[in-house]
C-alpha cells in the first residue's frame, strides 16, 4: 500500500496547481498556474474536489472540449493520482491530488514578444470575415 502523505508535504507553495474551482478557497496557499498574454503554464499538480462534485461539476467546464484547463494540461502530461488525506481525519474524502508528469520535460518555454499600440474608438482592421 503506497505511503499516505499530507498535501503540503508533497506539492509546497511554489509549484504550478490547476485548483478546480470547487476548491480553490479551501487552498489559499497554493500558487495557481500562471496564465498572461494567451499562453499558460503547464501545472504540476491538480487539486481536486471529492468525488461526485468532480465528476458532476469541474470535470465538466473545465474540460477540453469547453476550451478548459483540462485540454492542454491532458494533452501535455499524464497524471497519476497521489494518496493523500486530512490531517486526522483519514476517512473523510476531502478530494484527490494528481501529480503531473509532462510528456517532453526538456520542451522550452515560450518567449513571447509584446507591444502596445493606442488605436481610436473608431479603427477597425477590417470586415470580419464569416463562413
Known amino acids: 500500500m503506497p505511503k ?3 498535501l503540503d508535504s508533497v506539492i509546497g507553495h511554489d509549484q504550478p ?3 478546480d474551482w470547487a476548491v480553490g478557497l ?3 496557499c497554493q500558487q495557481p498556474f500562471n496564465h498572461l498574454n494567451g499562453v499558460a503554464t503547464v501545472p504540476n499538480y491538480r487539486i481536486l474536489p471529492d468525488r461526485p462534485l468532480a465528476i ?3 470535470n465538466t467546464w473545465q474540460a477540453e472540449e469547453f476550451g ?3 485540454g492542454f494540461s491532458e494533452m501535455l502530461a499524464s497524471s497519476q493520482t497521489i494518496p493523500t488525506y486530512l490531517k486526522d481525519d483519514w476517512a473523510r ?3 484527490s491530488l494528481e501529480k503531473y508528469t509532462q510528456y517532453y520535460s526538456d520542451a522550452k518555454p515560450a518567449e513571447l514578444q509584446t507591444s502596445t499600440e493606442t488605436r481610436s474608438g473608431w479603427w477597425s482592421p477590417g470586415k470580419m470575415r464569416v463562413f
Open 93 to 95: 474524502d476531502w478530494g
Open 4 to 6: 499516505m502523505q499530507t
Open 26 to 28: 479551501q487552498f489559499p
Open 17 to 19: 496547481v490547476l485548483l
Open 56 to 58: 458532476t461539476s469541474t
Open 68 to 70: 478548459g484547463p483540462l
